[in-house]
């Protein structure tokens, strides 16, 4: 969850400090566990992929009680991504600024573009800088669009996702304060990105009024906010907890869409629990947290299919997906007991129909360029040695 800005794989014996566990870092981790909310049916898809997939279970091996000195990133460290993450970026800033690409997913595969190139090779605190400034001028000049696109229709569609960008610069701008070490610089930024949370809060809810929101959608900024306060866990998770009981009480928690919301609302739950856990040094709870999540999503995968009529209209749910899944699984390969092989085995399962969907996949125009960059960049990373 945590992108800490230092080399990518570090390592400690387990021991979370409170200046880790503090930070306000779960962009990556939160980003990938935002809206899957679709609706529809699914027809299988066969084709056969044009990556070679093949199991990697036998590539893990857990030897110690050891913990990265970060949560793992969204990509594996060592991988090789060539050119992936520079055509990603394009492709997505390009879909996103034509309207294509929801901000939830221009900023994932910012993301995923971003830990690509931190996780290739250790970095130095510099070079972690630069990654992040040239993020950061990425989500830029989708922000100046947005803002031109929201100053010209009043207050509109484009209102909502302006909020969500200027959010993620806040965060973007707290991580490289960090790095500078200057307590007022790191202070200022964080106050900036309360304000940027407060804002996008406010926003969600006025338009809720009109209608024109939802109440996951004021759910995940009001836990951003609480988040950015450093609230008590209770706190952070309260937005969570009310969004997951209206969805019980209500007719519309047993339709598809409805389920696929209530999934990513557990998984936000799951996560501000385990990062409190890692603080706490609990591992067994740790354990059964990142056991929780890899069903979470793998549940999630399974309803994503079943949910919509073309399966590549589905990619970015789907690469979500996996990304979260094998995140947890990297993270239990630190933990004392051995990181199920079971789990592992399904999520190759599901990576190989991930990659099916992909490769048949002929029509490429609009925003499904990206999606299938993304499935490459993913590629890589699985297919590099777990060294997190």
Known sequence: MNHHLQNSDGRRILKASPKFIQRPELWGFIASLAMFVLSGNLSTCHAQSRFATQSRT???????????????????SGVSPGNLPDRLEQTSLSACSRGLMSASDFLFYQSLARDARLSHRKCSKREVQIIWQHYQSQIQQIAKRLNMASGSSGPSVFEQESCAIRFALAESAVQI????????HIEA????????????????RQRMNLGLASPFELASAEARLAKSRQLPLAEQIAPWTKYLAWQ????????????????SAQLSVNALQLENALDAERLTEVERLCTAACQFSEDQFAGTLNSVSQPNLALPQLVRSLVLRDQMLRLQEHLPAEASQSGRKRFDADWSILNSIAASTTDRRGRIGADCIAVELCHASFSASPQD
């Open 177 to 184: 304060a960090q790095l500078t070490e200057d307590s007022s």
């Open 248 to 263: 019980s009480a209500s007719f519309n928690g047993r339709q598809s869409g409805a389920i696929n919301a209530i999934s």
């Open 58 to 76: 036998a590539a893990y091996h857990p030897t110690s009680a050891q913990l990265p000195t970060q949560f793992p990133k969204l990509t594996r």
């Open 189 to 204: 930024a964080r106050l900036r990105e309360i304000g940027e949370a407060e804002r996008w809060v406010s926003t969600v």
